[in-house]
């Protein structure tokens, strides 16, 4: 799926480029319990320019917000890699694995166009996702 593709009826905030947009409310039933399973690949930063991370997942809101807290042991959690600052939304997750492994082999300043073109300000996307603003 194109990175600037919204699901039907998704609204973006303000600010909101053509990245995917996931409603804060999406997939959640009773206490928060996130039930919306969808292929992702993402990027992580440490801050703006800073140390970066390249991942996949089925469910974007839940890893965020393992990286956000440090529950994941390794890189991210070594080198306080909370911010998400890139996603794209895949329709498989083999798809979304491949995009992981192409990025990981680009080039760093390649990485950083390819944030920038979407979030330039490097906002933690968590947020608009309902993920608390960090401190």
Request: proline share 7%; glycine share 8%; aromatic share 10%.
């Amino acid at each position: 799926m194109d990175g600037g593709a919204l699901a039907s009826g998704a609204l973006r905030p303000p600010h909101a480029k053509p990245y995917p947009w996931i409603p804060a409310f999406a997939g959640t039933t009773g206490w928060g319990m996130r039930e919306n399973f969808q292929p992702c690949a993402y990027i992580m930063a440490s801050r703006r320019h800073g140390t970066l991370y390249i991942g996949v997942t089925s469910n974007i809101v839940q890893r965020a917000d393992q990286h956000r807290r440090g529950l994941l042991p390794g890189f991210t959690r070594d080198y306080q890699v909370t911010r998400l600052v890139w996603f794209e939304i895949h329709e498989t997750m083999e798809s979304a694995i491949v995009r992981e492994k192409r990025l990981k082999a680009w080039q760093r300043t390649w990485k950083i166009t390819l944030i920038e073109a979407t979030n330039p300000e490097w906002l933690d996307l968590a947020i608009d996702l309902g993920l608390p603003r960090l401190d």
